[in-house]
Nanobody, 124 residues
Framework: QVHLVESGGGSVQPGGSLRLSCAAS????????MGWFRQAPGKEREFVAG????????YYDGSVKGRFAISRDNTKNAVYLQMNSLKPEDTAVYYC?????????????????WGQGTQVTVSS
């Protein structure tokens, strides 16, 4: 059974940083592409960043490019999202997701496995 558990969320002032982690179990992690999505109140879940199974290729939504960085450690079955220069509009529940493919897709429907989410609040 696949389990994804996010951690690292919290409250931060604008301009601050947070690092999200996602621990995966129950899957051969190294053959799964991983994605981070977020959902703000009243909005649809949206793609934030993704990384292919090898960790060699990353993808970002334009709203976070240059501020966020996704990485993974296949020896620890973990994926990370470093978030810098946070803005109030980054406030959302952040989810990690896995798909049994080497390639990233930005559509949430392409990911069958999801974590429970972690809240990120950016406010002064």
């Amino acid at each position: 059974q696949v389990h994804l558990v996010e951690s690292g969320g919290g409250s931060v002032q604008p301009g601050g940083s947070l690092r999200l982690s996602c621990a995966a179990s129950g899957l051969t992690f190294s053959i799964y592409a991983m994605g981070w999505f977020r959902q703000a109140p009243g909005k649809e879940r949206e793609f934030v960043a993704g990384i292919n199974s090898y960790g060699m290729t990353t993808y970002y939504d334009g709203s976070v490019k240059g501020r966020f960085a996704i990485s993974r450690d296949n020896t620890k079955n973990a994926v990370y999202l470093q978030m810098n220069s946070l803005k109030p509009e980054d406030t959302a529940v952040y989810y990690c997701a896995a798909r049994a493919s080497r390639t990233v897709l930005p559509s949430s429907g392409q990911y069958p496995y999801w974590g429970q989410g972690t809240q990120v609040t950016v406010s002064s």
